[in-house]
């Protein structure tokens, strides 16, 4: 399986992702060293917070320019919530540009149905549209755990891996090549969420985008 | 669309197992890591420590108890019970707990709300209201009162309004937990339930006085509660987690039933 880094950029539990990973039997280090990026077999880019500081503190740090490298290189990497929304091209929490992996923008919820409470927070259903190596498994009625106010919105729909509903279909898994990212905290949706990793812990990082199910 | 959450409170003292009735007399019954293993495993939605342990020298031990239960439970955890400073909310965030409840600390100084917010982000930050009914008067228009430590000590605020005032400093969600009926297994405080959970834009979890499986479905449905929580009711084998969630979906309420 080789070397997995967690990314350390002051965004979160990094250690849950890591209990996680541990627990599917991937060996996974913590590190905010840019170089530590390029010499690693696979990574995961989790996170939860706030995009404006999330952006600034990768910049600064060089772990931005260390991504967009591993991306080119192929490393299989993958985004966790707020590590999924600074894939994209902007966010509008505090007006942010982002990473632009993914052409795209990240929004707020703004839900017309009063009762429905923002960040949506819960275990709501996946539902697969694209099959992707990271995300075979997941049956129809399997649940994740989110928490988030954003949510991505793809320019076009050719990335987008997996949907779920709040009020209406929002995308909650995008994939470009060896990048994959999902909305919910997979290092907390009990055993289908373990299972994800885990697969993602045998991935090559290859996906033909396009390609659909 | 969401599920309704589960969720399973634990009282624990010393590293043990407690559980109170009427927030007066506790008793041991068994190991807290265990537990929450067995609850995880079938099918809870998410998981409360709340620590109950008198001295605070005796923190560490709780710290070492979270990081236990991180390491083999993968849900949500949520851990209260004495949370002062920002250092407590952090010190268990690092020990794997996701959400901090903070309670009587807030009450009496509510900035920690929003400290513990911009610290760890709002959504993780759980305002836990111990509520008692009372007469209608100026300082408790809604009839309803905040008491703390362990409902022994009357505040003078209004449940309603500090639900309020709670969202406004930066609560991620609220949990309701009625002092009179909690430990009486004679079902949730609905009206004290809805009228929260209609006046605010976060999550509830309803808490205190859950018997029968028929009080969440009460709960979930006609008080408006995003989330039930139990104890007694799971801890002494009476229920399983499993068995309440095949009912409460039986009774057409959403809950996630693979895991």
New interface residues.
């Given amino acids: 399986m080789g070397r997995t880094l967690i990314v350390d950029y002051d965004a ?2 990094l ?2 992702v890591q ?2 990973c ?2 599917v039997g991937l060996e996974a280090v913590i590190s905010a060293d840019p170089a530590a990026l390029a010499r690693s077999d696979r990574i995961i880019f989790p996170g ?3 995009a404006a500081s999330a952006m600034a503190t990768l910049h600064r740090s060089g772990l931005a320019l260390a991504l967009q490298h591993a991306i080119a290189a192929g490393t299989p990497i993958l985004g966790i919530c707020l590590g999924l929304q600074i894939s994209l091209t902007h966010s509008e929490e505090g007006d942010t540009p982002c990473l632009g992996l993914i052409d795209g923008r990240v929004r707020r919820f703004a839900l017309d149905d ?2 429905l ?8 259903e996946v539902r697969v549209l694209r099959p992707h190596p990271v995300l075979a498994g997941i ?1 129809p ?3 994740f ?1 989110f ?3 954003y949510y991505p919105d793809p320019a076009t729909t050719d990335a987008v891996l997996a949907v779920s ?2 009020e209406r279909e929002f995308c909650c898994a995008l994939g470009v090549g060896n990048y994959v990212g999902v909305q919910f ?1 997979t ?8 299972d994800l990793i885990a697969r993602f812990g045998r991935w090559d990082g290859r996906f033909e985008a396009g390609a659909t199910g | 669309m969401l599920s309704k959450r589960l969720i399973a409170c634990l009282d624990v003292r010393d590293g043990k197992l407690a559980k109170s009735v009427k927030f007066v007399d506790t008793k041991d019954i068994g190991d807290p890591v265990e537990k929450a293993r067995e609850y995880y495993e079938d099918g809870l939605d998410e998981l409360v420590f709340y620590d109950i342990t008198a001295s605070s020298d005796k923190r560490r031990i709780m710290l070492d108890f979270v990081e236990a239960v991180a390491a083999e439970v993968f849900i949500p955890l949520s851990v209260g019970g004495g949370v002062r400073t920002v250092a407590d909310a952090t010190d268990l965030r690092l020990a794997g707990a996701e959400k901090i409840n903070v309670n009587s600390a807030a009450v009496q100084r509510p900035e920690l709300i929003s400290e513990c917010a911009h610290a760890i982000g709002a959504q993780n930050v759980v305002l836990s209201m111990d509520i008692l009914r009372v007469a209608v008067s100026d300082a408790t228009p809604s009839g309803y009162e905040i008491v703390i430590n362990g409902g022994r000590k009357r505040m003078g605020v209004d449940a309603l309004a500090w639900a309020k005032r709670g969202e406004a400093l930066g609560a991620g969600e609220l949990v309701v937990n009625s002092i009179d009926a909690d430990g009486t297994r004679q079902g949730y405080e609905l009206t004290l339930t809805r009228m929260i959970s209609d006046a605010v834009r976060i999550p509830v979890i309803a808490s205190g006085g859950a018997g029968r499986p028929e009080h969440l479905q009460q709960v979930l449905t006609e008080g408006h509660a995003d989330a039930a929580l139990v104890a007694s009711m799971v801890h002494f084998g009476d229920y399983t987690c499993s068995g309440l969630k095949r009912y409460l979906h039986e009774q057409g309420v959403k809950m996630r039933m693979r895991w």
């Fill in positions: 979160g539990n250690r849950s209990r996680a541990h627990e939860v917070g706030q009063p009762r409470k923002v960040p949506h927070m819960g275990w709501n049956e009625g399997d649940e755990y928490v988030h106010g509903d709040y905290h290092e907390k949706s009990g055993r289908v969420g373990l």
